[in-house]
């Protein structure tokens, strides 16, 4: 298990990976004349890595065979971001795509802690917590929109 130091800074790490990981592939996307193709290539080389990694540190896929099946809905999520941030990115920018991807996270991820949704640890959204969102979405508008002068 990792710090809470070490923990943040890995997901600071993953943060700084999402705008890289749609202008990338929103240039393959281009590059190919499909967003779709793209996305496949990007899965394909995701699932490779994946799969090395889970050699490498002795992973096994022990337990998948009973999760509920909703839990493999992740997939589906993910391969929506993929081929969405994929198609709009090179029209709408990858900042625009991004800033409203980042807006989503902040109401969702409230919304799960708050619930504490799919055995995430509950963190009630209390009037503090919501007026961080509200100045971190702020700040996100800012930067994006307001910020363009």
Do not use: K
Request: hydrophobic letters at 60%.
């Amino acid at each position: 298990m990792t710090t809470a130091p070490a923990s943040a800074l890995i997901m600071l790490a993953a943060g700084v990976g999402i705008p890289v990981l749609a202008a990338l592939n929103a240039a393959l996307g281009v590059r190919m004349g499909s967003p779709v193709a793209a996305g496949l290539i990007l899965f394909l080389v995701a699932l490779l890595t994946t799969a090395v990694t889970l050699i490498v540190t002795g992973g096994s896929l022990r337990g998948a065979e009973g999760a509920p099946p909703h839990l493999f809905l992740a997939g589906c999520l993910v391969a929506f971001y993929v081929l969405t941030i994929t198609w709009i990115a090179p029209t709408f920018g990858v900042g625009n795509a991004v800033f409203f991807v980042l807006i989503g996270q902040l109401l969702s991820a409230a919304l799960i802690d708050h619930f504490g949704l799919f055995g995430a640890r509950l963190s009630p959204l209390t009037p503090v917590r919501s007026l961080g969102i509200a100045v971190m979405m702020a700040g996100v508008f800012l930067t994006q929109i307001a910020g363009r002068g």
